[in-house]
């Protein structure tokens, strides 16, 4: 095909301009474009498919990590002959009180009213504890007859849901029919720590944990991290020094988390070896993995300041110092914090550098400080997913989705210092 162009009047005939084969190498470029829009359309349709998949198995499976099979006991307080604790004790302290005058004895009595010797077993060994708990929150509760929703054992909870023994699935039928045992919402999820059994098991000293050691790497990594960026780009000469530094930051951002716990293993634990499992040596141990991508994306975000801007501060009158801390810092500060976030981010979701340092341990109890034996949320998933009862299958998933809820936030206010401060030239 061929398209004849008419020329003016009076002069000969032009040649057509879009021959055959024109023809053809046009088609083919617009077939091609039309194959790219599909694959990168097939690519989103692909990460969303998979997105979707990941987020319904996490949360059909995490939901009932937010729950936990409960028996009815009803409790007459009265007759039990438990005294009121002293004014002003603390919860251990009215625990341990508690726990002298009888009230484990108490409470498996009163199981045993209500469900016979078999179903009282099956009560968990630790529910006492939370009795006291609520004691020690509502003292009048030594003054009336109670029924409270109590944990069951972790064998009843998986013959409610099916598995385990025929006898145990038998006993949970029964019970569940006669409306004495039940799958509650378990808020106490979210304030307990560490525990043998998934009935008990909570991911408080693991939030904790985490929130430490992201208060230690933030301390240490974002002011090292600024200071660094600001000196290589406004500062520092341009030799064979500068570019060999240059290059080591580029590549320690890429170096992978392992690397930096060996580091820390091996430097940190040699001059603290008493603080191993602790949130500051975990912190430093980030925030020595962190502070390359600061230092990156603060010399990015100082660079994406336009030159006018100096020279017009050095063109009134403002020394080179006055330049970076009063115009050129404060212009790139969003840049500086979105890349900061997005660095602590993938901080908060790391495991590895953290195992070896020690974070793995068993910890039963929320962290008091930053030298205290403490475990992270990613290593408390890792190690929960190692255990074999579908209890803490359940629980797993749902750290995961508490986990991914903090990553979110984190994300979430990244975007909105960074839509907030960000200036437009």
Known sequence: MSEAITPPAGEPPLATARTERFEKRLKQRYAQERRFKALGLGAISFSVVVLILLLGNMLMNGIGGFQRVELAV?????????????????????????????????????????????????????????????????????????????????????????????????????????????????????????????????????????VLTMLVTFVLAFPIGIMAALYLEEYAPKNRWTDFLEVSINNLAAVPSIIFGLLGLFFLMTLFPNLRSTPIIAGITLALMTMPVIVISGRNAIKAVPPSIRDGALAVGASPVQVVFHHVLPLAMPGMLTGTIIGMARALGETAPLILIGLRAFVASAPDGFTSAATVLPVQIFLWSDEIDRGFVERTSAAIIVLLIVLLLMNGLAIYLRNKFEKSW
Do not use: C
């Open 74 to 210: 009803e409790i007459d307080f009265v007759q039990s002959g438990l005294q009121p604790i002293e004014a002003g004790a603390t919860a251990p302290e009215a625990m341990r009180a508690l726990d002298n005058q009888g009230l484990r004895s108490v409470v498996y009595g009163a199981a045993r009213d209500s469900f016979g010797s078999e179903g009282a077993e099956q009560l968990n060994s630790e529910a006492w504890r939370e009795v006291a708990s609520m004691i020690h929150a509502n003292p009048s509760l030594l003054t009336r007859e109670e029924t409270l929703w109590l944990p069951a054992s972790a064998d009843l909870s998986a013959g409610y849901s099916g598995e385990g023994t025929a006898e145990m699935q038998a006993l949970a039928t029964d019970l569940a029919e006669r409306g004495v045992l039940e799958k509650n919402l378990d808020i106490g999820f979210l304030e307990r720590s560490d525990a043998t059994d998934p009935q008990l098991a909570g991911i408080w000293g693991a939030l904790k944990g985490s």
